[in-house]
C-alpha cells in the first residue's frame, strides 16, 4: 500500500523509516555468562534512546526472595512442586523494577578510541529495596540456574520481563543518537533485552537478535577482572569511611575496622579457576534444562568477541539495528 501511488513511492524509503521509527523495536541478545550481554545492552540501548531490561536480574532477584525466605537450597532435589508454587506466588507479588541510572557509569575504552561509548549502571529494585549488589553475591551465583530451571519459577519470570519491557520501551536510557534523538524529541519506542531465552522464548519475533559468546576462558578473566576492580573501589570506600571515622572517634578502632574489612574481602575473593568452574556450572545447566534451554536462535547473529574490543561490538549490533530500521550503517570505518 504504501508503493501504490507515483509521489508516495518517491517517498517510501522516508515513510518506511518513519513507521519504523514509531514502532516497537526489540534487540534481543543471548548468550552464555560473563560473554558481554548485559554491558554491551546498556551501551547499545544507550546509543540508540531505548529501554534496557537484564532479565538475569530478574531471575536473581527470584533466587534472593528464595534465599530470604529458605524456600530452595542447592542440594535440595529438582522438582518438589509445593517448593516451586511457594516461589512462584512470591514472584508474582514481589515489585521489579530495572533502572538505567540516569548520568551514571564508565565511558567504554578501545582502539579506535572514539570516547563517547557509555555503559550507564542499572538500579535493580525489588520491592523498593535496592538489591543491585546483593544480587551478584556468590550465593545467588550457586543457585540462580536451578531456580531458573523450573518450568513455574519461568513462566512468572515471563510475565515480568515482558511488562518491563512494555514500560522501558516508553522510557529509554538516553538519546544521544537515533530514535530517541528525532526533531519532535519523542523518546524511541524500543527496548533491548539480555539474558538466556530471549530470541527464542520472550521475544521470539524481536526485530534483531544478537547470540554473543567468547571463549570460556577469556569469560573468566573479565568477570575477575570486575570482581577486582569492585573488590577495590568496596575496599577503598572503606578505608575513607575509617579515615573519616579516625578523625572523630579513637584512631586503633577504625584502623582495626578497616584491617578487618579488608580480610573479609579478599578470603572471600575467588580465583580465576573458581570462577572459570562457577560459569561452566552454570552454562551446563543452562543449556541443559528442560525449559527455554540456552539455544542460539536459527535467526540469530552470532558474534564472538573474544578477540573483538567492546566498542567493536557494540557499534556492529547498532549499524545491524540501524540496518533493520531502515536506517544507513554509521560505524563501518571502526
Ligand atoms: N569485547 C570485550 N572485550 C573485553 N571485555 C569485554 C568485552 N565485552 C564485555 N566485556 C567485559 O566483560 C565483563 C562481563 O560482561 P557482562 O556484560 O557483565 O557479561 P554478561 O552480561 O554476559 O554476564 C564486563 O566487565 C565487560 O565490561
Ligand atoms: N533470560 C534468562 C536470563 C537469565 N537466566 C538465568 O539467570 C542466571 C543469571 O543470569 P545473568 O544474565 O545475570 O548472568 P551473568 O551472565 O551476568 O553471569 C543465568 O545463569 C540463568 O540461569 C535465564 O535462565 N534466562
Known amino acids: 500500500?504504501?508503493?501504490?501511488?507515483?509521489?508516495?513511492?518517491?517517498?517510501?524509503?522516508?515513510?518506511?523509516?518513519?513507521?519504523?521509527?514509531?514502532?516497537?523495536?526489540?534487540?534481543?541478545?543471548?548468550?552464555?555468562?560473563?560473554?558481554?550481554?548485559?554491558?554491551?545492552?546498556?551501551?547499545?540501548?544507550?546509543?540508540?534512546?531505548?529501554?534496557?531490561?537484564?532479565?538475569?536480574?530478574?531471575?536473581?532477584?527470584?533466587?534472593?526472595?528464595?534465599?530470604?525466605?529458605?524456600?530452595?537450597?542447592?542440594?535440595?532435589?529438582?522438582?518438589?512442586?509445593?517448593?516451586?508454587?511457594?516461589?512462584?506466588?512470591?514472584?508474582?507479588?514481589?515489585?521489579?523494577?530495572?533502572?538505567?541510572?540516569?548520568?551514571?557509569?564508565?565511558?567504554?575504552?578501545?582502539?579506535?578510541?572514539?570516547?563517547r561509548l557509555v555503559v550507564p549502571d542499572v538500579q535493580v529494585l525489588l520491592d523498593g529495596e535496592d538489591v543491585s549488589r546483593e544480587i551478584r553475591a556468590p550465593e545467588i551465583n550457586r543457585l540462580v540456574a536451578k531456580v531458573a530451571s523450573d518450568g513455574g519459577v519461568r513462566d512468572a519470570v515471563l510475565h515480568t520481563q515482558r511488562y518491563l519491557a512494555h514500560a522501558?520501551?516508553?522510557?529509554?536510557?538516553?538519546?544521544?543518537?537515533?530514535?530517541?534523538?528525532?526533531?519532535?524529541?519523542?523518546?524511541?519506542?524500543?527496548?533491548?533485552?539480555?539474558?538466556?531465552?530471549?530470541?527464542?522464548?520472550?521475544?521470539?519475533?524481536?526485530?534483531?537478535?544478537?547470540?554473543?559468546?567468547?571463549?570460556?576462558?577469556?569469560?573468566?578473566?573479565?568477570?575477575?577482572?570486575?570482581?577486582?576492580?569492585?573488590?577495590?573501589?568496596?575496599?577503598?570506600?572503606a578505608a575513607a569511611a575509617a579515615a573519616a571515622q579516625k578523625n572523630t572517634t579513637d584512631g586503633d578502632s577504625a584502623k582495626k575496622d578497616t584491617d578487618q574489612s579488608s580480610s573479609r574481602t579478599s578470603l572471600s575473593y575467588p580465583s580465576v579457576e573458581d570462577i572459570a568452574r562457577e560459569l561452566e556450572q552454570r552454562d551446563y545447566a543452562d543449556i541443559n534444562r528442560k525449559h527455554s534451554p540456552l539455544r542460539i536462535a536459527s535467526d540469530a547473529v552470532v558474534i564472538d568477541n573474544t578477540n573483538m574490543t567492546f566498542e567493536h561490538q557494540v557499534y556492529s549490533i547498532i549499524d545491524l539495528a540501524r540496518e533493520r530500521m531502515g536506517l544507513p550503517r554509521r560505524y563501518d570505518e571502526l
Open 168 to 237: 522501558a520501551e516508553t522510557r529509554p536510557a538516553s538519546t544521544p543518537e537515533g530514535r530517541g534523538a528525532d526533531s519532535s524529541g519523542t523518546p524511541g519506542g524500543g527496548v533491548v533485552m539480555d539474558g538466556r531465552d530471549i530470541g527464542t522464548t520472550v521475544f521470539p519475533k524481536a526485530e534483531l537478535k544478537i547470540y554473543l559468546d567468547a571463549s570460556a576462558m577469556a569469560r573468566a578473566i573479565r568477570r575477575w577482572d570486575e570482581m577486582n576492580s569492585h573488590m577495590k573501589e568496596t575496599q577503598a570506600a
Open 1 to 115: 500500500m504504501l508503493c501504490s501511488g507515483g509521489g508516495i513511492f518517491r517517498r517510501a524509503p522516508t515513510i518506511a523509516a518513519r513507521w519504523l521509527q514509531t514502532r516497537s523495536f526489540t534487540i534481543a541478545i543471548d548468550g552464555p555468562a560473563a560473554s558481554g550481554k548485559s554491558s554491551t545492552a546498556r551501551a547499545v540501548a544507550q546509543q540508540l534512546g531505548f529501554g534496557y531490561i537484564d532479565s538475569g536480574s530478574i531471575y536473581r532477584c527470584a533466587t534472593l526472595l528464595a534465599l530470604r525466605k529458605n524456600i530452595y537450597s542447592v542440594d535440595a532435589p529438582p522438582g518438589d512442586d509445593e517448593q516451586s508454587q511457594e516461589l512462584v506466588d512470591l514472584i508474582s507479588r514481589a515489585n521489579i523494577d530495572i533502572n538505567i541510572k540516569p548520568g551514571s557509569g564508565w565511558l567504554a575504552q578501545s582502539a579506535a578510541g572514539t570516547g
